[in-house]
T-cell receptor, first 112, second 111 residues
Framework: KAGVTQTPRYLIKTRGQQVTLSCSPI?????VSWYQQTPGQGLQFLFE???????NKGNFPGRFSGRQFSNSRSEMNVSTLELGDSALYLC???????????FGPGTRLLVL | QKEVEQNSGPLSVPEGAIASLNCTYS??????FFWYRQYSGKSPELIMFIYSNGDKEDGRFTAQLNKASQYVSLLIRDSQPSDSATYLC???????????FGTGTQLKVEL
């Protein structure tokens, strides 16, 4: 069974731009969560989706948003990029909410 | 107080030894506990999960949970150089998916 896939794997953007990251969960998994990993803050929860609904959101500004489609694929968007948004963005999928999460390879975003 | 605390290390052990990684958490309502391994430049990989007090063994790995002491540990027996990585402790609280991670412990297994 294929794992979680994320596209693109690498991105370079400039301040003020926006970016959309994509995540395809493991086949049959219905829940997708997003995390940000930086050297300073570690791994931090962004938001989680189940049945196309955002169920929980972490402590991030409104510039960070996401959605989930009917096939469980998910996208996250960051608008008005700031230098501090440079990070590894990780998507994790689970069969249902509250179950074990498996991470994708991540998208490494560099904001210049 | 951080929600999930780990010693950042590095923890150095000789090849073949037992590596012991520890984690404490602050929320007594936490229900599920996970250990992930992360190699440099890679994403976290699930090693083990544990829900109930006691020990859970999987191959060379043993997870231990003590909810009264709010303590989770991971033992790696017969440590190999390939075990050298950062080990992340993660705690799930509530019915959703939110994982709260510790900062990770860097493990170095030396020849």
């Amino acid at each position: 069974k294929a794992g979680v896939t994320q596209t693109p794997r690498y991105l370079i953007k400039t301040r003020g731009q926006q970016v959309t990251l994509s995540c395809s969960p493991i086949s049959g998994h219905r829940s997708v969560s997003w995390y940000q990993q930086t050297p300073g803050q570690g791994l931090q929860f962004l938001f989680e989706y189940f049945s196309e609904t955002q169920r929980n959101k972490g402590n991030f500004p409104g510039r960070f948003s996401g959605r989930q489609f009917s096939n469980s694929r998910s996208e996250m968007n960051v608008s008005t990029l700031e230098l501090g948004d440079s990070a590894l963005y990780l998507c994790a999928s689970s069969l249902n909410l509250g179950e074990t999460q498996y991470f994708g390879p991540g998208t490494r975003l560099l904001v210049l | 107080q951080k929600e999930v605390e780990q010693n950042s290390g590095p923890l150095s052990v000789p090849e073949g030894a037992i590596a012991s990684l520890n984690c404490t958490y602050s929320d007594r309502g936490s229900q599920s506990f996970f250990w992930y391994r992360q190699y440099s430049g890679k994403s976290p990989e699930l090693i083990m999960f544990i829900y109930s007090n006691g020990d859970k063994e999987d191959g060379r790995f043993t997870a231990q949970l003590n909810k009264a002491s709010q303590y989770v540990s991971l033992l790696i027996r017969d440590s190999q150089p390939s075990d050298s990585a950062t080990y992340l402790c993660a705690v799930m609280t509530g019915g959703g998916n939110k994982l709260t991670f510790g900062t990770g412990t860097q493990l170095k297994v030396e020849l």
